[in-house]
């Protein structure tokens, strides 16, 4: 028999195991690879994401690639991300909403993307709906899904939506315009803004499902991330993140329970809880607003007016 000091001991020590189990989070990015901008043109964004990542030591992440941004050149960058080890998967040919476009044509695109992505390596075999956007309604969802399937694609869910892209819109057309950014202050904002959707997210799957899963951020292959991912990953490290593959965030339970709802754009993680009853005005984070976002943008000062 243990003793009671023993018992208590053992207690202790695994309550203090559960809270030091870092969260873990997989990074991926959408669009890949997205055309020049008024900030900087489409290679220079793909070395520094390159970049930041290597220099960041990030295991692995996955280029969701929209394959009509596929040219000479722009299959050059691809190379590169794969050539660094990072891997590639599927967003479609033409990003297009297959809510909007019905099963069969989106079935088609999907395989024009398959198509264009055979020459590359280090292609996995998940898709992500653009928009996350996975059908009219539930039939229609679970009609592709089986289309997925057929086609041996899984599904590349995200768990952590969020508005990167928006801001990353607002700072380049800033700079378009030929306004001063202050970056300090942009990167502030971004690490903050997508923070609290982490978060919130997480504490979402502690609600719905008791525990935190391995989550899978929704990133965009843009200047924001080219300019401010690495920071990212410090940032969430020192709050005791631990950051992971893509590949191993998808091993996590989660990936065999597909929600049978018609409420997916919001990720997995909502789709889950809205499954279990969460109404959907729970599950989405106030910054998932274009109108947020331009007011907390202005008032951070981030580009000078004057
Ligand atoms: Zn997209």
């Known amino acids: 028999m243990l003793s009671y000091l023993a018992r208590?001991?053992?207690?202790?020590?695994?309550?203090?195991?559960?809270?030091?189990?870092?969260?873990?989070?997989?990074f991926t990015f959408d669009d890949a690879p997205t055309p020049d901008s008024a900030l900087m043109t489409g290679a220079?964004?793909?070395?520094?994401?390159?970049?930041?990542?290597?220099?960041?030591?990030?295991?692995?992440?996955?280029?969701?690639?929209?394959a009509d941004y596929i040219n000479p050149h722009t299959?050059?960058?691809?190379?590169q991300y794969s050539d660094a080890g990072f891997h590639l998967a599927s967003h479609s040919f033409s990003h297009q909403s297959a809510s909007q476009i019905g099963?069969?044509?989106?079935?088609?695109?999907?395989?024009?993307?398959?198509?264009a992505l055979k020459?590359?390596?280090n292609v996995l075999n998940f898709h992500r709906f653009p928009y996350l956007h996975y059908g009219k309604d539930l039939t229609d969802i679970n009609q592709l899904q089986n289309l997925l399937q057929e086609l041996g694609y899984k599904d590349g869910y995200v768990t952590i939506d969020n508005f990167d892209w928006y801001i990353s819109a607002l700072l380049t057309n800033a700079a378009g315009e030929k306004k001063v950014i202050n970056y300090e202050k942009a990167r502030d904002f971004y690490i903050k803004s997508l923070y609290e959707s982490i978060e919130f997210y997480d504490a979402l799957a502690r609600k719905s499902l008791k525990r935190s899963?391995?989550?899978?951020?929704?990133?965009h292959e843009n200047d924001a991330a080219a300019l401010f991912v690495g920071d990212l990953v410090?940032?969430?490290?020192?709050?005791?993140?631990?950051?992971?593959?893509?590949?191993?965030?998808?091993?996590?339970?989660?990936?065999?329970?597909?929600?049978?709802?018609?409420?997916?754009?919001q990720g997995r993680v909502a789709a889950i809880a809205n499954s279990k009853g969460f109404p959907e005005s729970a599950l989405r984070h106030p910054s998932e607003n274009e109108n947020y976002i331009n007011q907390a943008f202005t008032a951070a000062g981030i580009v000078e007016t004057k």
Request: charge should be positive; hydrophobic fraction near 45%.
């Open 234 to 265: 410090e940032y969430l490290r020192n709050k005791g993140w631990k950051i992971i593959s893509p590949q191993q965030a998808y091993k996590d339970p989660i990936a065999k329970n597909f929600p049978q709802v018609a409420f997916h754009k």
């Open 75 to 79: 299959a050059e960058r691809l190379r």
């Open 103 to 115: 099963t069969e044509a989106y079935a088609l695109d999907m395989y024009k993307a398959h198509l």
């Open 8 to 26: 208590s001991l053992i207690f202790v020590a695994f309550s203090f195991s559960l809270l030091c189990q870092a969260r873990e989070i997989a």
């Open 44 to 66: 220079e964004r793909t070395q520094k994401i390159i970049h930041a990542l290597q220099r960041a030591k990030v295991p692995d992440t996955l280029f969701f690639v929209k």
């Open 119 to 121: 020459s590359f390596n």
């Open 213 to 219: 899963p391995r989550h899978v951020l929704l990133l």
